[in-house]
């Protein structure tokens, strides 16, 4: 009956966030995507005068797809926070589903892995590709925004240091040493730092978020601890009938730091890829050659 109760309660959200949820389209507007869109052609024009072989253009654009799905971070709707909340009060895989569905985040995020994945798998069918040194580059700015293990690299300077073992001297060698030399954020150390919910803010330089959801946890943290040492002290006279705001504390702050810590560890993988698409764009700006 319980499990009835708590799928029809899913289902009704799931509808609900269905009529109430922002489209998941792109914007017309979005300068983002548009200039995504602009990268994408005018590489598909650099590819075509290298003259590679189809299967190895194909390959390629399908890396640099995948490289270019950027669109503007869409605001987390209210619903998502409630969903989350459900599913760490319930531990209901309903919810859980429901709260990770409501937004493209997730997808957002791991556009860099495929885009890795595909160019890795370039290099490796086709290690004498006129489009190596391309790729390299490529890699050697995908890699900064990756998050997923057992890639044949462990990070983007080694592909910008092959690059410029094997092209000694050329465009892209150049390139490719000042780009290495550009500062970037990991999606590994951040995910560490957010272990203590706000660090992984600090890292990506959002100060005034690290000190609100480090506040948020403090104060979770308190709620639990502290109704913990008073039902301690009062060990051998506790009554559910007088102490039950002693647990309900208790929950409550196992519940906020639960949402805490996810909302900021989500959070503090998007501030990685945004600080690192910053990055790259300044680079860009300052290089008008790159490709």
């Known amino acids: 009956m319980i499990h009835r109760k708590v799928g029809a309660l899913a289902t009704f959200m799931a509808i609900a966030a269905t009529g109430c949820a922002s489209s998941v389209l792109i914007r017309p507007d979005d300068a983002t995507f548009g200039g995504a ?25 399908q890396a640099e797809s995948y490289y270019r799905y950027r669109f503007e971070f869409p605001p987390r ?13 319930t531990d209901f895989p309903a919810f859980q589903a429901l709260a990770g569905s409501l937004d493209l985040l997730d997808l957002r995020l791991k556009s860099y892995d495929g885009a890795v994945q595909m160019w890795e798998t370039l290099l490796a ?3 004498q590709s006129r489009l190596r040194p391309l790729t390299l ?3 050697g700015w ?33 390139l490719a040493a000042e780009a290495k030399a550009t500062p970037w954020k990991s999606k590994g150390t951040a995910t560490g730092l957010s272990v203590v919910p706000g660090l992984g803010q600090f890292y990506v330089g959002e100060r005034l978020s690290g000190t609100v959801r480090l506040a948020v946890a403090l104060a979770a943290v308190a709620m639990v601890v502290l109704p913990s040492v ?12 007088r102490d039950w705001p002693l647990f309900a504390s208790g929950l ?7 949402i805490d810590y996810t909302t900021a560890y989500e959070d503090a993988l998007r501030g990685v890829v945004q600080w690192n698409e910053r990055t790259e764009s300044r680079f860009v700006d300052a290089h008008p050659g790159a490709p």
């Open 125 to 127: 069918r086709y290690p």
């Open 37 to 61: 869109q602009a990268r994408l052609v005018s590489t598909a024009v650099l590819i075509d005068q290298e003259r590679p072989l189809p299967t190895e253009r194909w390959l390629f654009l």
């Open 230 to 241: 008073v039902a301690y002290q009062r060990r051998s006279d506790l009554s559910w009938g």
């Open 252 to 258: 409550g702050g196992l519940i906020v730091l639960n």
């Open 142 to 174: 995908a890699y900064r925004s990756s998050g997923v293990s057992g890639f044949p690299r462990t990070s983007g300077d080694e592909a910008f240091d092959l690059l410029v073992k094997e092209a000694p001297g050329s465009k892209l060698a150049l």
């Open 77 to 89: 709707s209210a619903l998502s926070y409630v969903a989350q909340a459900a599913a760490a009060t």
């Open 137 to 139: 580059y490529r890699l």
